[in-house]
């Protein structure tokens, strides 16, 4: 079944505590993106990678890493996580092929707290 | 940059009623629209997209969209609403300004009433 996946699906933690959270999509898509969503600001991309080691800032990339070693695998990694990045974080693939109008595809969301 | 704007952060209808939620965008070049579905805790889903094939898009589940360039809008429409529809909808928009990111709009939360 052709799907991304995130891990994990629900995190508390404290502040400065470092963390990751996982993504993988199976479908060989050569664009990977992190997105979080907030109540009344619909989602907002925080990071997004074209293909293998090339990764560019979204709109809201202060506080996040990533990397993209390998091209099913997209991690977000806080360093440092403040109560302001506790969010619902998604991450999406889609391919290049198509151009503008092909589907993102999401996954199942992760809901993070920091408290 | 290309926005949208989703009129109407809650819709309520009642079963069976029309369902109408909707989108205006703003861009300079010919946009590439999108809705996306998100049922409670899940992520989200495509309803439909406009490519700019035809101006009326058919989607999943009943649902369809007009691209009207002259009002510069994209609403969502269902002629008989589902309990089953209630979830958190949203509109997007992509094209060659903003890469290959989609930028959503903030929402638009729909309540089906018996």
């Known amino acids: 079944e052709a799907q991304v996946t995130q891990n994990p699906r629900y995190l508390i933690t404290v502040t400065g505590k470092k963390l990751t959270v996982t993504c993988s999509q199976n479908?060989?898509?050569?664009?990977m993106s992190w997105y979080r969503q907030d109540p009344g600001l619909g989602l907002r991309q925080i990071y997004y990678s074209m293909n293998v080691e090339v990764t560019d800032k979204g709109d809201v990339p202060e506080g996040y890493k990533v990397s993209r070693k390998e091209k099913r695998n997209f991690p977000l990694i806080l360093e440092s996580p403040s109560p302001n990045q506790t969010s619902l974080y998604f991450c999406a693939s889609r391919t290049l092929t198509g151009g503008h109008t092909d589907t993102q595809y999401f996954g199942p969301g992760t809901r993070l707290t920091v408290l | 940059a290309q926005s949208v704007t989703q009129l109407g952060s809650h819709v309520s209808v009642s079963e069976g009623a029309l369902v109408l939620l909707r989108c205006n965008y703003s861009?300079?070049?010919?946009?590439?629209l999108f809705w996306y579905v998100q049922y409670p805790n899940q992520g989200l889903q495509l309803l439909l997209k406009?490519?700019?094939?035809?101006?009326l898009v058919k989607g999943i589940n009943g649902f369809e969209a007009e691209f009207k360039k002259s009002e510069t809008s994209f609403h969502l429409t269902k002629p008989s609403a589902h309990m089953s529809d209630a979830a958190e909808y949203f509109c997007?928009?992509?094209?060659?300004?903003?890469?290959?990111?989609?930028?959503f709009g903030k929402g638009t939360s729909l309540l089906v009433t018996p």
């Open positions: 861009s300079s070049v010919p946009p590439y």
């Open positions: 406009y490519t700019s094939a035809a101006t």
């Open positions: 479908m060989n898509h050569e664009y």
């Open positions: 997007a928009v992509s094209g060659p300004n903003s890469g290959y990111a989609l930028n």
